[in-house]
């Protein structure tokens, strides 16, 4: 990034924190995927809160990035092995911020699994949680019930922008893979699992570079979408992954379990668009495959008479190459900001919420001034 482009990313945040400065500060604990623009929205957490530590997703660290941040903050291990478990979940906050008031800045629903016991066991004040992603919009709503305020960005019209540009940067490194060991996807047959905002959007794209796609997802009324916009759409899982060249799974949730690999297409790639954790169940594969790289980014899965190849370990595809959005990415990371106010106000109730449509609207009246240019 240009010096100059830095300049403006930071007068934008300033602007932004300016706008919804709340009027006490919480302590916070951010996870983000820490890429090479992300430390100016570090920066920006840290002016509205007192950031206690930032918690990078551990597939996607820029080294630089990472060196520019612990400038200034700590950084602390992200695992899910760690918040899944009340005792574990407990310590790490009472280390960190123990009596304090805390805001969670989530991306995935790393918190959900123990939020109800922090809320009753920890020595300060959990205000709340402020989520980024589909997955984790999910995995807190299926709480049977929410202990404090969750607001989630995942659903926002301004993450529109970023999740069809994502959508691009998921097919562009997917093509990118299979064209390093030979192989293009021009008039090839591709199942996208899962017809979300992301999962349509890859669909799209796909289909207008001439591939043969059929979608699945378990909503009846997004296989109806699919059907209305010239999809295929699949009856079952088995069949489609049978006669797929290219699986692309954007669920947000386990697109495919153990026992659904051996169902791919010979030579099939397997490509997704968060954490293996998150959309593959390796663990379940059967034990009789062996696996090995074949070439940078590629393993391939193997057992008598039947192979398939997995991009980036099952991580996230466009990761590869730096999974960039542009500017866009700046519009969520602002409602992000604003959400840090709703929360430290104190007077939302436990559930589910989004920020209002009127500070929206002033998040990307003042993108705008800065990134329409």
């Known amino acids: 990034m240009e010096s100059f482009e830095r300049a403006r990313l930071d007068a934008y945040f300033a602007k932004i924190a300016a706008r919804f400065a709340p009027d006490d500060l919480a302590t916070s604990f951010l996870v983000t995927h820490l890429l090479p623009e992300r430390p100016a929205f570090v920066r920006a957490v840290g002016a509205m809160s007192r950031l206690r530590a930032v918690l990078p997703k551990p597939k996607s660290v820029n080294h630089s990035a990472r060196r520019e941040v612990e400038r200034s903050f700590a950084c602390d291990v992200l695992s899910r092995e760690v918040f899944a478990v009340a005792d574990s979940a407990l310590e790490y906050f009472e280390s960190r911020a123990a009596g304090e008031t805390v805001a969670l800045l989530d991306v995935g629903g790393y918190f959900a699994p123990t939020i109800p016991h922090l809320q009753e066991r920890f020595s300060g004040r959990l205000v709340g949680v402020i989520e980024d992603t589909e997955n984790g919009h999910r995995r807190y709503e299926d709480l049977a019930k929410l202990p404090c305020p969750v607001v989630s960005v995942a659903r926002s019209p ?208 003042i993108w705008l001034n800065y990134f329409n240019r």
């Open 158 to 365: 301004l993450k529109d922008p970023e999740d069809f540009l994502v959508g691009q940067s998921v097919v562009f490194s997917t093509e990118a893979v299979m064209r390093g060991r030979g192989d293009i996807l021009h008039g090839r047959p591709a199942l996208v699992i899962g017809f979300g905002k992301l999962g349509s959007s890859i669909a799209r794209l796909l289909q207008s570079k001439g591939v043969h796609v059929t979608v699945f997802d378990i909503d009846p009324v997004r296989r109806t979408q699919a059907l209305s916009q010239g999809f295929a759409v699949a009856r079952d899982r088995e069949s489609a992954l049978n006669g797929a060249v290219l699986v692309l799974c954007a669920t947000g949730a386990i697109s495919l379990r153990g026992e659904d690999f051996p169902h791919l297409r010979n030579g099939a790639y397997v490509a997704t668009v968060t954490s293996s954790e998150d959309e593959l169940e390796l663990l379940g594969l059967p034990d009789v495959y062996t696996r090995a790289t074949v070439s940078e980014h590629v393993t391939r899965y193997r057992t008598t008479g039947h192979y398939f190849y997995l991009a980036n370990g099952g991580n996230a595809v466009n990761f590869l190459h730096g999974a960039s959005v542009g500017p866009f990415i700046f519009l969520v990371q602002a409602e992000i900001l604003a959400a840090i106010r709703m929360l430290t106000r104190g007077d939302l109730e436990s559930g589910m919420h989004e920020v209002s449509a009127t500070d929206r609207a002033a998040i990307a009246a």
